[in-house]
């Protein structure tokens, strides 16, 4: 099993920015497209954006966040980054990052594997607050 690291969370005020980072050590990131997911408190986890596979990738982004947030690569790193500007209250939740075993990016639903238990990485809290 291929667990994924996330990090970069924290608390920050409304309309600040924030970076998230998501690598592995087990396997090359380059390969695959890369979900982000975000749970909030007493909410069930949902996906919110997808970067495709390759040096850049093709970014799918739900309404709630597109504009606000964008995903990047550094294959040198091995890291998928989750950029998210002007953060609002709303997106206080703890944030996920999974990986789809495919190049590219179709929907927002957690890949399959990730039903199985003890699959999601600890995820990073991120609260936006005054």
């Known amino acids: 099993q291929v667990q994924l690291v996330e990090s970069g969370g924290g608390l920050v005020q409304p309309g600040e920015s924030l970076r998230l980072s998501c690598t592995t050590s087990a396997l090359s990131l380059y390969s695959y497209a890369i979900g982000w997911f975000r749970q909030a408190p007493n909410k069930e986890r949902e996906g919110i954006l997808c970067?495709?596979?390759?040096?850049?990738?093709?970014?799918e982004a739900v309404d709630a966040v597109k504009g606000r947030f964008t995903a990047s690569r550094d294959n040198g790193k091995n890291t998928v980054y989750l950029q998210m500007n002007n953060l609002k209250p709303e997106d206080t939740a703890v944030y996920y990052c999974a990986i789809y075993y495919r190049t590219y990016c179709s929907g927002f639903q957690p890949p399959l594997a990730y039903n199985e238990p003890g699959r999601w990485g600890k995820g990073t809290l991120v609260t936006v607050s005054s």
């Open positions: 970067i495709s596979n390759g040096s850049e990738g093709t970014i």
